[in-house]
C-alpha cells in the first residue's frame, strides 16, 4: 500500500471572510495523489464534509486509511493514475489547517471562540488561493459529498472559468428547516457542556466532550437510514437481562455511545460549532430571491448529481432541486439516484451501481478534456 | 465516429431539427441522442429510471436524469425543449393522457413511437381466442410491462384530443415502411405531433 503524506502551505495574505473579520495569515493541510499533466489540465479537487479531512486516499504512516479511500486512487472510480487529486483541510477544521485550536499571534494563545466564522464561499475563496499556489488555472472537476457537494456548488458558481465539471453528490443547496434543527441541537450540547467555557477551554485544559459526544451521536442518527438501523441493530440486547436503569441496555445505545466516545477524542468541539453554522447558512440561492436556477446560470461546469433514495439528512427531493434548477438554466446535468440501504452514510460506502457512475463520469470527462 | 441507428431510430432521427434541444423520456441506452448530439447538433438530455441504461447512456456522453416517468415531468419547464421523444415507452405509462399533455407543456414537437396493437397478427390471436404474443409484443398478457394497448388509429384520436397535430405518422414492420393498410399490417407506429393549441394557463 502507497504511503502518503501531508504538507503544510502557509498563506501571508490577509483574507477577508463573509463575516467581516479579516484573518491576517493562515496554513492548509492537503495530500496530493497522482501527478499533474504538463497542461496541469487534470485536476480534481477532493472538498470534504464535516468531521473528514485532506487525508482523502491511501495510508499514512500512522496506518489510517483515507476517509475517500473507496473512491479515490490507482484504478479506482477516481483513477489518480489519470487525475492528480487534491485533498485539503478546511480552514477552521482541526485536522492540521488553521482553526480554532490553532495559536492566535496576537495572543499566542489558541483563538478558541476567537477564530472567525467561516462559510462555504470563504473555503472556497481559500482553495482557489491554493489552486494558485499549485499553479492550477483550472480544474478538470470539483467533488464532494454532503458539505463536500456544497464546496464544489459553490466552486462552480463562484469561479465558473475555473471548473470543467462539478459533481455534488448527498448534497443540497440549502439545509432544510429539519437538517437546521439537527445541527442546533448538536451545538446546544456542546455550548451547554460546563467544560466548554465559552470556547476557551483549550486554556482550561480541558475538552468539553460530553457535548461533543451527544452532537456525534444526534448526527450519526441522521446519516443512517431508520431501514438500515433495524437491520443493524434492532432491538437487539447487549446484555441478556434488562437492567431496569439508565445504563445500556441496547445494542444500538451501546453502538452510539461507542461513536460518540471515539469522535470526542479526535474532533474539535469549536470547529464542530463553527462547521455546522457554514453548513446552516448555505443558501446560494438567497441572493437572487430564492431562484436556483439564476444563482447557477452564470456556471461554465458540466454536472453530475448524486443522491441516495434511503438518505433523509440530504433527502433525494433536495438534489432534484438541484437537477431541476440546472435544467431551468439549460447547463448540463447528469442525475443518478441511486438506489442503496445506507442513508445519508451511502456517500462513503461501497456501491456498485455508485462507484460505476462516477467512474463513467470520470471517464467520459477524461474523452472531453482529452486526459 | 460516425454512428449507426436501428431503422426506426433512423427516421426519428430524420423529424428532428439540426441544433434543436431534445428531451428523450426513457432513452434507453442513448444511442439516438448520441447520433443527434453528434451528428445533427442537437441539446440533449435523456431521462431513464434503468440503472444498466443509465450508465449506458453516460457512457455514449449523453447528459440523462434518472428518473421514473410515472413521477410526472415537473422537472422540466414550460417550452424548455424544442422536441420530445418518447419511443416504444409511452405504452408503458399509466396516464397515456396526461403524458401527452405533459410532452404539449414541454415542447412544441413531439415524437412518439410505440406497438400496433391492431397489427393484423394481434387481432389474429384475438380471433382464435387468446392474447398475442409477437415480435412487437414479445411479452404473456400477465408479465408485459405495457399497461396500454391501442392501434394507430387510438392514438392519432388521443394525440389530436390532446392539443396535436399529426405531422407525419409511419407504420413500419421488421424494419420497413408499410404504405398500404398501415393499421393492419405495420407493427409499429411513429408519429410526429405538433402541438397545434396555445399553451393554456388552465393548469
Known sequence: MHVVTSEIIEFNEPLKLRSGAVLAAYHLAIETYGRLNALRSNAVLVCHALNASHHVAGVTEEGETGWWDNMVGPGKPLDTERFFVI????????????????????????????????????????????????????????????????????????????????????????????????????????????????????????????????????????????????????????????????????????????????????????????????????????????????????????????????????????????????????????????????????????????????????????????? | MARLLRSDLALVANWVAPGSAVLDLGCGDGALLAFLQEEKGCRCVGVELDADNFLASMDNGVEVIQQNLEEGLAMFADHSFDCVLQLQSLQMVQHTEAMLQEIGRIAREGIVTFPNFGHWTHRLAILKGRMPVSKSLPYQWYNSPNLRFSTIEDIKALARASGFDIVECIALHEGREIAMMPNLFGSLAMLRLARHAPLQAQR
Open chain 1, 87 to 371: 485533498g485539503v483541510n478546511n480552514l477552521g477544521s482541526c485536522f492540521g489547517s488553521s482553526g480554532p485550536a490553532s495559536i492566535n499571534p496576537e495572543t499566542k494563545k489558541p483563538y478558541g471562540a476567537d477564530f472567525p466564522l467561516v462559510t462555504v464561499e470563504d473555503w472556497v475563496d481559500v482553495q482557489a488561493r491554493l489552486l494558485d499556489r499549485l499553479g492550477i488555472d483550472r480544474l478538470a472537476c470539483v467533488i464532494g459529498g454532503s458539505l463536500g457537494g456544497m464546496q464544489a456548488l459553490a466552486w462552480s458558481m463562484a469561479y465558473p472559468e475555473r471548473v470543467a465539471a462539478c459533481v455534488a453528490i448527498a448534497s443540497t443547496a440549502k439545509l432544510s428547516a429539519q437538517n437546521i434543527a439537527f445541527n442546533d441541537v448538536a451545538r446546544q450540547a456542546i455550548l451547554t457542556d460546563p467544560e466548554f467555557h465559552g470556547g476557551h477551554y483549550y486554556d482550561y485544559g480541558v475538552v468539553p466532550s460530553r457535548g461533543l459526544r451527544v452532537a456525534r451521536m444526534i448526527g450519526h442518527i441522521t446519516y443512517l437510514s431508520g431501514d438500515d438501523m433495524a437491520e443493524k441493530f434492532g432491538r437487539a440486547r447487549s446484555g441478556t437481562d434488562l437492567q431496569y436503569g439508565y445504563g445500556v441496555d441496547f445494542e444500538i445505545e451501546s453502538y452510539l455511545r461507542y461513536q460518540g466516545e471515539k469522535f470526542s477524542r479526535y474532533f474539535d468541539a469549536n470547529t464542530y460549532l463553527l462547521i455546522t453554522k457554514a453548513l446552516d447558512y448555505f443558501d446560494p440561492a438567497a441572493a437572487f430571491e430564492g431562484d436556483l436556477s439564476r444563482a447557477l446560470a452564470n456556471t461554465r461546469a458540466r454536472f453530475l448529481i448524486v443522491s441516495f433514495t434511503t438518505d433523509w439528512r440530504f433527502a433525494p427531493a433536495q438534489s432534484r432541486a438541484i437537477v431541476k434548477a440546472l435544467l431551468d438554466a439549460k447547463r448540463p446535468v447528469t442525475y443518478a439516484e441511486i438506489d442503496a440501504p445506507h442513508g445519508h452514510d451511502a456517500f462513503l460506502l461501497d456501491d456498485l451501481r455508485y462507484h460505476n457512475t462516477v467512474r463513467s463520469y470520470f471517464a467520459g470527462l477524461r474523452r472531453e478534456l482529452n486526459l
